[in-house]
């Protein structure tokens, strides 16, 4: 039987999940739920969802929904995730999971003890190409690992203040809303937290408009990233160990929509390049949550791995408003 979706919301990301979760063999749209009818009606009409909530409490409670996926802002993940775990709904929340570690605490008590699933709305955790990229690593392809570099930026002419990427209260700036991907990646690629970490930053409103940070790991390896929206769009990731480098120019979505690649070089020169065939990442992720919930898997590898990118990006945070090294604490990452 498929599980059953209401999307709290009619945000933009929202018209991209939607047809994932109608594509998914697992799921079912059911539900849309906005606290504008008009709007509600429309994206119904748009993607063709039988049920029209006018309001997210009349989608938490109703009978006919089993999980909720939730597009909002960032500083209401923490209150819808919570109301719709105590509802008995499993969620799905987009990125990043809340504004700080107290928050993603509570979400993840809430939902254990209501025994449903979370999962974080990083899409291509779950696709093809991400688990070849984890098995040549854990399967000692690259040699030992040294080094993991990433970006993740676009570009804005000048910063739209009515934007909540602006607003600090609302969980904007560049490190959640781009750093988070270039965060996760590192912390499951080294299998490790950081031992400590300094980052420096833009900052326009309170909020960061640029973060560039220098990670540092157990036995002399480290990372180190940038994100910002004062900058063309990259989004890659390069990996290197004693032997060869892994180099993926789009990690977060492939450029095109026929194939994801990325590529091996060892020392001489000799490259090799990955390729897969393109699949909707939204669908990819869509069907991995659909797993845990049938596997009533409440405590999964992909939720500490959120925990942790939420403990790292507030103490990368802490670095950047005091311009200072800061220890990071746990030395583990858990996946």
């Known amino acids: 039987m498929s599980i059953r979706f209401a999307i709290l919301g009619t945000a933009n990301i929202a018209r991209k999940v939607g047809p994932g979760i109608q594509n998914s063999d697992h799921a079912e749209l059911s539900g849309i739920a906005s606290r504008s009818r008009p709007a509600a009606k429309e994206f119904a009409q748009a993607l063709n969802i039988p049920l029209v909530f006018d309001s997210y409490e009349q989608a938490i409670s109703s009978p006919e929904i089993d999980a909720v996926y939730i597009p909002l802002p960032p500083a209401l993940h923490a209150e819808w995730t919570i109301r719709a775990a105590e509802a008995g709904k499993h969620v799905l929340c987009e990125k990043p999971l809340a504004r700080n570690s107290d928050e993603v605490a509570r979400m993840i008590a809430a939902c254990q003890k209501n025994n449903v699933v979370l999962l974080d709305g990083v899409m291509w955790y779950h696709t093809e190409r991400a688990a070849r990229i984890r098995n040549l690593i854990s399967n000692g392809h690259l040699g030992s690992l040294r080094q993991i570099s990433s970006a993740f930026t676009f570009h804005w002419d000048s910063m739209p203040m009515e934007n909540i990427r602006m607003h600090r ?24 937290m950081p031992e400590r970490v300094f980052a420096t930053a833009q900052w326009h409103n309170h909020v960061d408009t640029r973060m560039n940070a220098i990670l540092w790991f157990s036995q002399g390896r480290m990372a180190s990233f940038e994100c910002g929206f004062d900058t063309v769009r990259r989004r890659w990731i390069e990996v290197a160990g004693t032997e060869r ?13 026929e194939t994801a690649a990325f590529t091996t070089l060892d020392g001489e020169g000799r490259q090799a390049v990955h390729s897969f065939r393109y699949v909707p990442q939204e669908t990819c992720m869509v069907d991995a949550f659909c797993q845990l919930i049938r596997s009533h898997n409440i405590r999964h590898s992909w939720l500490e791995l959120s925990r942790k990118t939420q403990q790292v990006c507030d103490v990368l945070d802490h670095s950047a408003r005091t311009e200072q090294v800061v220890s990071v604490g746990e030395s583990e990452c858990g996946m």
Request: charge should be negative.
């Open 169 to 192: 209260g609302m969980g904007g700036g560049s490190l959640l809303d781009l750093g988070w991907y270039c965060v996760g990646a590192i912390l499951s690629l080294f299998n490790e």
């Open 245 to 257: 480098t892994l180099y993926c120019p789009d990690f977060t979505r492939p450029w095109s929509t």
